[in-house]
């Protein structure tokens, strides 16, 4: 597959808090990504999560479904029964032919708690690395045998955040545990994208594209702010309108293909979700030129 561009649904209807853009009816949401140029879409929570229904949804718009988001809890249960948690989801996207599963750890998550500064983030001992990386490493082959990649998405708020946890998580996991570059993320937790995606190149499997607006960055760093106040008062934003150097960081991954995803999470009352998608859809689609990759 070469590269595709998509969008996730959170620049229209977020889903760490259900009030920003709780009113925006989801053919709203994938007409407009339609209309930016978008054919693919991430799911959200007003998505069916029954595969008719599904593509009756998506049919309209030609809309395919790339992935969606799943919650994992391995630091609480093992391989088996994340399994059986999982299973309802990975037949959904087995069904809509997604071939990659976005994964991450929530069971000690902070990012969608307001009350909590992201100094409260949970961190991982050294030795709990290996311990974990063997479960996630099994749940990875065994989607993995199913037709559907694990991509771990790195996550402010989440034992996966900084540059040393994602390269403690890497060196954890096997070759069946794949990443999910994001760009915001790794930005504001500290690291180089660009670094990132040429270290892990061979393992990078799904690319979320935000930017990162310094100024509220170093503000939300500089007086604790919890996640969910610094997307409020705006730390991400679209391709091209922040601080990442995305054409360096496409630059990196001369090999790629799959999907590139625009996930922007802003308040849309502020951000108009359709003027933001089409701004992001343009420059991300610019910088993919630049960087030789479409």
Known sequence: MTIRIGANPIGWSNDDML???????LEVCLSEAREAGFVGMELGNKFPRD??????ALAPFKMACISGWYS?????RDAQAEMTALRPHLDLLKAMGSNVLVFAETSNAIHGDRSKPLSQRPVMKAGD??????RVTEVAERT???GVRLVYH?????IVQSEADIDAFMNATGDAAHLLLDTGHAT?????????????????????????????????????????DSVLAGVYT???DGMVDFVSVFKELPDYHGWVVIEAEQDPKKANPLVYAKMGYANLTRFLKEAGLR
């Not at 690395?129 to 063997?134: E, I, L, V």
Request: aromatic residues 8%; proline residues 4%; hydrophobic residues 40%.
């Open 72 to 76: 994992a809890e391995l630091l609480l």
């Open 238 to 240: 679209v391709p091209g």
């Open 154 to 158: 790195h996550h402010m708020g989440t």
């Open 144 to 146: 993995l045998e199913e």
């Open 51 to 56: 595969a008719q229904a599904l593509k009756t």
């Open 129 to 134: 690395w290996a311990a974990y990386g063997r």
């Open 19 to 25: 009030e920003l853009g709780g009113e925006t009816p």
């Open 188 to 228: 504001w937790g500290g690291a180089d994208p660009a670094a990132l995606a040429r270290r892990y190149r061979n393992r990078i499997s799904h690319v979320h594209t935000k930017d990162v607006r310094r100024e509220v960055m170093n503000k939300a760093k500089a007086e604790d702010w919890s996640f969910l």
